[in-house]
């Protein structure tokens, strides 16, 4: 047995994991208590890491049209389709599209490939659409991507303003340092502003709920409001900025009245804010997909620095403009150039800067200017101008917008690899060539957090199957390529190196990306490497922006013009977002069973008095709609929702729900500066879908249930839980399932009850359920979900007994509220009942809150809830 230390690969807080290695098995995760971003904690997510690891849903050998090839000619036939694809058609019909998962050194020699050998820039990544407008947003005012806040400075500020970040659920650990923070200090401030009512509104000392996409207008009115009472920092203005009249020109219009016209919100609320940023000097604004995910996501980050700036709050500890990245190592995306409009090591497509890297490279065939952004990529391979198309990493079919676009993209392309540890994805679905690629656990590099730590991924055991590293697959084509000068890397140390070589290479201050202090660490020291935030020089050390020297050419800071608009609403408006326990397209936490517990099936959450007014009930089957495509899901009430809003969440994809793939709802519209989409935003209509049959199915392997109007899958212990939906009525329902739901050749119990409709099932063989099939006109009919899924475990002694329906045992513990300690609504409430008034009465009751602390503000709902209808 041993001990790693390596990271988390899910969020941007990139926390430290220490895992319990035994041989080939990781037994066991626990965070970090050595790591600078968590101190030991982990959320549920990270801390069911170990759980994700196997081998059932991995690609585990090249795939060539579905059948096995070898190493040798899958990677020949990669380089020959490269070399064909340039030569007859250019160096811009081939397209690379990476992914925040890959570490550095994949991400950096992928850009190295294709930027500097292929001749082209058409590279870009999926943190395009969680991070490229707050990049934009940072370039446009310090000349160069510069996070200039810490962790830290979360804790130290007196205020802190979270704007479009629902962190309690999408990044937890920082939630609960803030959570902390604010319980040493009371006096500590928090303002949430989110055009919903979310967990992390539990730390709120005020939420404004704004009109979604009016940030903008939100920051401009608090400019003109900074300037006009007189709360600007005269000196850094004049000192470090250029630009400020202009862009309070461009805000002046923005007195109260237009603002709260434009926001919807009161002025109360708004001059309290206003009053709190302008009285406080420590304040941190972080921000997140909310403000970045909007056709004028760039601007709204300005509009948020522009405060900053014009208070001088930068620099300096506990304050300062904040942009939290969604993925694991999209900040290294960014410092090795990751996104098509950039360079290596934060350079840019200036002349000096692409004459800087080729040298460096010693290159043959550099890109001179930007390639294509990814809606933009995907948009030119699908009216055949991207031939070649590689994937690596990541799952475009479902998260791309306008997801239709995509799939015809894949079909129309010469030829499309994914390299990927997954084995069943909808993009692998549409590929020719499947690369396997290794997967957490296997991997060996770094990443970078959203504060700029660089920490070391380990490898913890061997790779699965015959999984490569992405940075070995991609050096070995540069090989058949004829480069195997410029890619002779044996191990990702030596990719790390040459990469902070470049950071520093001419720097001498001018740009604030210089890792050069790293280029000479050898084998041992890349190993034992310590998180590490940069700037690492080889000089002396300074934190970028707090001598108030900024990277751009007269090395001050630049405010923008901000000229606010608003998207047009039109109906219902569409918002999308992440769930607690989910992580992207679901292809690693949609493995685990009680992730799978918090929110079950796929769902479409409405107001409750806007459902009302439409005629529906909570869990009713609903279809939204647009012109781009459809999804249909069960109809959730919740009243942090505003009325006129529908929230879609955006992990479900093909694999795990008939109809879930929301971005077939998000048109291909993006910022003009950054190219994100504008994916929390889109104007749909919902209808209700008549159900005569609902059901649930227990089965050992998932099912094609290709034709039924709604299911939705989760992972249960020993097999997997299907919930169905049919506008059919049960018997005929049951006839279509007899091809999908195969019968055992075991022993086979059934119930009909023609007058009713209800139709039950259990198929059995070697002291295990193997199938269950259970069908109502009415879903009250049918059993708990909780007792479907614990089929899985049950020996069927007396299955005419279990046709009942009836708990084979123990109490139910309803929907899964606490899933490190998998306590359910139902135990929960229970509890309540005997009693148990307050959080440390429940957790002394039932565990449940006291491991990651994701569940709290759930918790304290769950009490306010029952006690006031006890009350009542
Ligand atoms: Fe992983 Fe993010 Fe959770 Fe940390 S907060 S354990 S990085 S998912």
Known sequence: MNYRDTTCPYCGVGCGVTAQVNGAQVIAVSGDSKH???????????????????????????????????????????????????????????????????????YYVANKLMKGFLGSANVDTNSRLCMSSAVAGY??????????????????????????????????????????????????????????????CDVADLHLQLNPGSDAFLFGGLLNHLALEGF???????????????????????????????????????????????????????????????????????????????????GQPGMGPFSITGQPNAM?????????????????????????????????????SPGLKAVDLFQAAAEGKIRFLWIMATNPAVSLPDSDTVRKALQRCDFVVVSDCTADTDTAALADL?????????????VTNSERVISRQRQLVPPLGEARPD???????????????????????DIFREHAALSGFENNGTRAFDIGGLQFLDNEGFEAMAPVRWPVTAGVRTEPLTDGRCFTPDKRARFIAVKPTL??????????????????????TGLVPRLAQHRDFFTLSLNPAEARSRGLQDGDLVRVSNKGGQVVGLLSFDDGLPRGQCFAPIHWSHQYTARGTVSELIAAITDPVSGQPQSKFANVTLQPVAVSCWGYIFSRHPLDLEGIDYWSRIPVKGGHVTLIAAAAQPSAVALRLQDSVQLSHGGRASYVDAQSGNIREICYSEGHIDQALFL?????????????????????????????????????????????????????ARSIAAGADNLEALGQALQCGTQCGSCIPELKTLLNKHFSSRAA
């Open 332 to 368: 290294g995306g960014r410092e090795v150039g990751g996104l098509a409009n950039q360079l290596a090591a934060h350079m840019d497509f200036a002349t000096e800067d692409v004459d800087r890297v080729r040298r460096f490279w010693n290159a043959k065939d550099m890109a001179h």
């Open 434 to 446: 499947l690369l396997p690629a290794q997967g957490w656990g296997e991997k060996d590099g770094t």
């Open 36 to 106: 600078p971003a968590n101190a030991g904690r982990l959320c549920v997510k990270g801390t069911a890491l170990a759980e994700t690891l196997g081998s059932g849903s991995r690609l585990l050998h090249p795939r060539l049209s579905g059948k096995k090839i070898s190493w040798d000619a899958s990677l020949s036939l990669v380089a020959e389709k490269l070399r064909q694809t340039r030569e007859l058609h250019g160096p811009d019909s081939i397209g690379f599209y990476l992914s925040g998962q890959l570490l550095t050194e994949d």
């Open 232 to 314: 600007t920092d005269h000196d850094y203005i004049e000192h470090h900025t250029s630009g400020f009249e202009a862009s309070l020109a461009a805000s002046k219009q923005l007195d109260v009245t237009q603002v709260c016209a434009a926001t919807g919100l009161d002025s109360q609320s708004l001059a309290r804010f206003y009053d709190w940023f302008a009285q406080t000097k420590r304040t941190v604004t972080l921000y997140s997909q909310g403000v970045n995910q909007s056709a004028s996501g760039t601007d709204q980050c300005n509009a948020i620095i522009n405060c900053h700036l014009a208070t001088g709050r930068l």
């Open 471 to 493: 940075w070995w697959i991609i050096t070995q084509v540069a090989h058949r390529l004829g480069l195997k000068s410029a890619f002779d890397f044996q191990q990702p140390a």
């Open 776 to 828: 109502a006109p009415d879903r009250n009919q049918l059993p708990q979900q909780q007792w479907i899924s614990s089929l899985g475990k049950v020996d069927p002694d007396t299955p005419h007994a279990l046709l009942s329906g009836l708990d084979p045992g123990g109490e139910q513990i309803g929907r899964l509220v606490c899933s490190c300690l998998e306590v359910g609504e139902s135990q929960i």
């Open 567 to 588: 998207p047009q609403a039109a109906g219902l408006v569409l918002n999308t977002g992440r769930l607690r326990d989910q992580w992207h397209t679901m292809t690693r």
């Open 139 to 200: 370039k446009r005012a310090f000349g160069e991507d510069i996070v200039p806040v810490s962790y830290e400075d979360l804790e130290h500020c007196d205020l802190l303003v979270m704007v479009g970040s629902n962190a309690a659920w999408t990044h937890p650990v920082i939630y609960q340092r803030i959570v902390a923070a604010k319980k040493a200090n009371p006096d500590k401030r928090v303002v949430v502003i989110d055009t919903r009512s979310t967990a992390t």
